[in-house]
């Protein structure tokens, strides 16, 4: 009589388990990670000198922060807090803190929040 498994099918079925195993910790890291960047917002504009917030950078016109809202503190192209004005230290194109000024020294930072309670990031090369 030969036995229900032969080596080389227990073999196999050990791979498989492996197999299940790995993806199953693949996805659970994935979903992890995913829920992770689900928490922290869209990145934000800071003056690097005096950590001043400047908005955020989203293209959600209807966020009251964001720097895509045209009558928002900072998005309004007639608000001294924004980027948005042609006239203001943070958006004209003379303004030493202006990013739209491409000799200036002192242009806003972009910051990546990260989850909450863990603080803020600098995105690199920033």
């Given amino acids: 009589m030969k036995p229900a498994w032969s080596g080389e099918q227990l073999k196999d079925n050990q791979w498989e388990k492996h197999d299940e195993q790995g993806t199953s910790f693949l996805v659970g890291l994935l979903l992890a990670l995913a829920f992770e960047l689900s928490l922290a917002g869209p990145p934000i504009l800071v003056d690097r000198q005096t950590g001043k917030y400047l908005g955020?950078?989203?293209g959600n016109q209807y966020d009251a922060n964001s720097t895509s809202n045209p009558y928002?503190?900072?998005?309004?192209?007639?608000?001294?807090?924004?980027?948005?004005?042609?006239?203001?230290q943070y958006g004209s194109r003379y303004s030493n803190d202006s990013p739209n000024n491409p000799y200036a020294t002192n242009a806003p930072a972009i910051v990546?929040?990260?989850?909450?309670?863990?603080?803020?990031?600098p995105l690199p090369g920033f």
């Fill in 56 to 58: 955020n950078l989203s």
């Fill in 72 to 88: 928002g503190r900072y998005g309004s192209e007639y608000s001294a807090h924004s980027v948005n004005n042609p006239y203001g």
């Fill in 112 to 121: 990546a929040p990260a989850a909450p309670g863990l603080g803020i990031q």
